[in-house]
């Protein structure tokens, strides 16, 4: 069935290094995938999405991958600071069975000062 | 608030309670969802309305019934309810649920706990 899988579940980084979160999904047929950040308390929010006419895109210290083939996709934070302590979940569009998106089970980052 | 809202922001509830939550968004969307959260499983989809008409029921139980009026306002009634349902309940909607994809804006959640 249509699944997305997303590792580590929690990673704790120092403060300054990089940060890779990884999600692979099922259907080959997906071809949009957001990231979204949910700080403690607060809704998830956007922050990198990529599309599979494309294998990479940045956006300041953020960064995505999309290995089509493979069905595999990352998130790269670089410089990592405080304020990117939260929970990352990944997600994929399944076109299966009608428009349908499905979640990662979340990666809780920690920042480390 | 501007964007998605909800309320309300709480809810404690009996077994054999009927309530409704309600989402409202102010961004001209045409697609709304209601998500469910819990330590067990963080975002799970559970109803997609486009354009008021409901297109995706994830096997979500009948003790969960949403309505959909119009394109800005989407509620779930809970009825009956277990305390296995209690988690945060998220509204979130989007230009459209099309098959390009694109970003959805996520209310704040209804905190609901089932005694």
């Known amino acids: 069935g249509e699944n997305v899988e997303q590792h580590p579940s929690t990673l704790s980084v120092q403060e300054g290094d990089s940060a890779v979160i990884k999600c692979t999904y099922s259907?080959?047929?997906?071809?949009?995938f957001p990231w979204y950040k949910q700080e403690l308390g607060k809704r998830p929010q956007l922050i990198i999405d990529?599309?599979?006419?494309?294998g990479e895109k940045k956006d300041q210290r953020i960064a995505v991958t999309l290995n089509k083939t493979a069905k595999h996709f990352s998130l790269h934070i670089t410089e990592t600071q405080p304020e990117d302590s939260a929970v990352y979940f990944c997600?994929?569009?399944?076109?299966?069975?009608?428009?349908?998106?499905?979640f990662g089970s979340g990666t809780r980052l920690s920042i480390r000062p | 608030e501007t964007g998605v809202t909800q309320t309300p922001r709480h809810l404690v509830m009996g077994m054999t309670n009927k309530k409704s939550l309600k989402c409202e968004q102010h961004?001209?969307?045409?697609?709304m969802y209601w998500y469910k959260q819990s330590a067990k499983k963080p975002l799970e989809l559970m109803f997609v309305?486009?354009?008021?008409?409901?297109?995706e029921n994830n096997s979500v139980p009948s003790r969960f019934s949403p309505e959909c009026p119009n394109s800005s306002h989407l509620f779930l009634h809970l009825h009956t309810l277990q305390p296995e349902d209690s988690a945060l309940y998220l509204c979130?909607?989007?230009?459209?649920?099309?098959?390009?994809?694109?970003?959805?804006?996520f209310g704040p959640g209804t905190r609901l706990t089932v005694l």
């Open positions: 997600a994929a569009y399944f076109y299966s069975s009608a428009s349908k998106i499905i």
């Open positions: 990529i599309r599979s006419n494309v």
């Open positions: 979130a909607s989007s230009q459209d649920p099309g098959l390009s994809g694109n970003e959805q804006f």
């Open positions: 259907d080959s047929a997906s071809n949009y």
């Open positions: 961004l001209g969307h045409n697609a």
């Open positions: 309305y486009n354009f008021k008409e409901q297109t």
